[in-house]
Structure formats: structure tokens, C-alpha cells
């Protein structure tokens, strides 16, 4: 098998992908800063995070419907320039008020990236190439929650706002996908009326339901426990720095990447149900072993395990959703998924923030355990491996 990793077309595709989840990641370790900048409690933090999110859940299905009509590099370039743009202008925000309106116009520009990003790995590839260049990809996307968090941990030992001039990266890499990307592009045939009812048959079958519950669990797991509340404990508990919480997010990340970077051996090997399965199990454990470590240290084992769980569990899913849409309703599928996480990545902070009010901490990180074991019911009866 070729090496995909060096297709420059595939090389792109990285870029956006990194782009897609720098606006969460980068700020991660910032969060106890801002908190303390803009006088936020542990209840409203999530906030940041949700204003971002929210247009995701808004705007995704106009986004799939865009990209399978007009064309995908149509909605992607503008898209990088918006998220580029009011990203930087967060820079300079003042007020909470001003901050969440700019995080929402920020999140305009990055609702288009995460569908478009395995929409085109869909196009790009077929067969075992698609599972190795999703693989590759979630490898790069780790790398990307690796770096991103220890990158604006150390920027925001200058000011939690600092961390907000990293989205200014997607500039050049608008220009340059512009200029040099080539693509495959949908073409447009049939009327509207067709096309959203071949879109939607798609949709409606066990397979598709399955995996994109699957993808809402697998969200609300990440932005609730994790990004929002996992630095809140590491903070309160351990007195971390944004440069400690960057880090332990590293070691997340990295065993991300090593699990996803061997996709498609491990999914020849044992098949793609069970890496859901097995992902579940380790979700599972992460929420049972982060809130009950007694050391920061101790908190490392159960980071490890949701670190393997998302690079088993978010390229599979990728993958097998790619495969069951061709391009012309490619777009429009990986919307409908795009916005099942956007609504996961807004609602699970304030979700979370309501259970951490009424009982805790410990009552968190149930929340999550309660996820991961509703998608190993669901990988173990509902879906079924993609032909």
C-alpha cells in the first residue's frame, strides 16, 4: 500500500484538520485563567467552549448541503478565513460579553471544517486506503490535541488571551488550498427534492442511527469530563499550572495518535465493531480512574485510557460513515454527523456544569461512564462491520 501520509492532496486535508480542532484545543489550559480573567465559575466556564460550538449544531446541515451542490473548496476557503479572523479579534476582548459573541462568529468559520475534513478523505480514497488516510488523519488530529493544549498552556503563562492568536495559522493555509488543492468535486445531478431523498434513506438505516449516537456519546464524553472539567480538577485539586494541563493532555494526545496511526492493521486484524467495543471499555475506565486519582500522577493511567479510546473510536466511526455515502450525499452525511457533535460539544459543558452543580465532581465523570457504556451496547448489537 502506498504511503498516503505523503499525498499532498491527503497533506491538506491534515491542515484543516488541525485548524478544526484548534479553537477548543488551544484553550484548554487557558480555561482556570479565563475563569479567574473574567471572573467565571466552574458552572459558567463552559460557556466559552459551547458560544464556539453552537454554530455547528446551526449550520452544519447547510454545510453538507453546500459542499454536495457547490462544491467543497467553495465553503472551505472562506470558512478558514472567518475562523481566522474573529479568532484573532478574541485576542482583544475585554468583557465575557464580548469574548462569547466573538467565540460564536470564530465558530462560524470552524462549523464547515470538521465536516469537510473526512468529507474529503471520503472522496479522495476508497476501500482499505479510506481506513489508513482516516487513521492517518486521527493521528494528525491527536497531534494536534497534543500540541495545541502545551502550545497555549505556554502562551497563556503571558495572558489566558494570548492562546488566541493561534487561529491567525489558518490564513495561509486558506491561500495555499486555494492556489494548489486538487480535489475530486461532487456533480451536481437530480433535482434538490432527490437528492435529500437519497440523503436522507441513507440516513434512516440501524447502521447510520448507530453510529451517529455513537458520535454524540463519543462528544459528550470528550467536551463534558474531559476538555471542560478535567482541567477544573487537575487546577483545584493538584494546583496545576496551564503548562502541567497542556502536558497531561499531551500524553492523551500521543497515545491517540499511536492507536490511530495503526488503523487500518488493527482493523484488518480484529474488524471494526470490535475497535468500538474495545474503545467503549476504555472510555470506561478513563471515567472511573481520573476522578479517583489521589495524585496528579495517578491521574496519567486513566488519561492513557481515553487517550487509546479516541484513537480507536473517531476514525472508525469516520470510516464506516464515509462508506455507507457516496460523494454526491457525502456532504450532507458527514454534516448530519458534524452536527450530532457540535450539539454534543455545546450542550455536554453545560450538561456537565449541571451535574458537577448538583453533586460534584464525582458526579461528572459518572455522566461520562454512563456514555461509554451506552456505545458498547450499541457496537455490541447495533452496528455491524462495513463491507
Known amino acids: ?110 462549523a464547515p471544517l470538521g465536516v469537510l475534513y473526512s468529507t474529503m478523505i471520503g472522496d479522495l480514497y476508497s476501500g482499505p486506503e479510506r481506513g489508513q488516510a482516516m487513521g492517518y488523519n486521527a493521528s494528525v488530529l491527536a497531534m494536534g490535541t497534543a500540541g495545541y493544549p502545551a502550545l497555549g498552556g505556554f502562551l ?48 434512516a438505516t440501524r447502521q447510520a442511527l ?11 464524553i470528550l ?39 495503526q488503523l487500518g492493521h488493527l482493523t484488518r486484524r480484529f474488524g471494526q465493531r470490535s475497535l468500538l467495543s474495545t474503545a467503549a471499555v476504555f472510555y470506561a475506565l478513563a471515567m472511573l480512574l481520573i476522578p479517583h486519582a489521589s495524585t496528579l500522577w495517578l491521574t496519567v493511567p486513566g488519561v492513557i485510557c481515553f487517550g487509546v479510546a479516541q484513537g480507536l473510536n473517531i476514525p472508525t466511526i469516520m470510516t464506516m460513515l464515509t462508506t455507507i455515502a457516496p460523494m454526491e450525499q457525502r456532504g450532507a452525511f458527514m454534516a448530519a454527523n458534524g452536527l450530532l457533535l457540535r450539539l454534543a460539544q455545546t450542550v455536554a459543558p453545560m450538561l456537565m456544569g449541571g451535574l458537577y452543580a448538583l453533586a460534584g465532581m464525582e458526579a461528572v465523570y459518572l455522566g461520562g461512564l454512563v456514555a461509554a457504556g451506552t456505545i458498547f451496547f450499541l457496537a455490541l448489537f447495533f452496528i455491524s462491520n462495513a463491507e
Open 1 to 110: 500500500m502506498r504511503r498516503l501520509y505523503l499525498d499532498r492532496d491527503l497533506q491538506y486535508v491534515f491542515g484543516v484538520t488541525l485548524m478544526a480542532v484548534l479553537g477548543v484545543s488551544s484553550i484548554i489550559p487557558a480555561l482556570p485563567d479565563i475563569m479567574r480573567g473574567l471572573d467565571l465559575g466552574p458552572v459558567q466556564i463552559g460557556l466559552v467552549i459551547s458560544a464556539f460550538t453552537l454554530p455547528g449544531v446551526l449550520f452544519s446541515p447547510v454545510v453538507g448541503i453546500l459542499a454536495d451542490r457547490a462544491g467543497r473548496k467553495v465553503i472551505l476557503v472562506p470558512s478558514l478565513f472567518v475562523f481566522a479572523g474573529f479568532g484573532f479579534a478574541c485576542f482583544f476582548a475585554r468583557t465575557v460579553e464580548q469574548l462569547l459573541v466573538l467565540r460564536f462568529l470564530q465558530g462560524m468559520g470552524a
Open 156 to 203: 497563556a503563562l503571558l495572558g489566558w488571551n494570548y492562546p488566541f492568536l493561534l487561529p491567525l495559522l489558518a490564513v495561509p493555509l486558506g491561500l495555499a488550498i486555494l492556489c494548489c488543492m486538487d480535489t475530486p468535486e461532487p456533480k451536481k445531478s437530480g433535482s434538490l427534492k432527490d437528492y435529500f431523498r437519497d440523503a436522507l434513506a441513507l440516513m
Open 223 to 261: 467536551y463534558g469530563p474531559v476538555v471542560t472539567y478535567l482541567p477544573v480538577l487537575l487546577n483545584h485539586r493538584f494546583a496545576a499550572s496551564p503548562a502541567t494541563i497542556g502536558m497531561v493532555f499531551l500524553v492523551a494526545s500521543g497515545f491517540t495518535g499511536v492507536a490511530s496511526f
Open 210 to 220: 448507530s453510529l451517529f449516537a455513537t458520535t454524540l456519546l463519543t462528544f459528550v
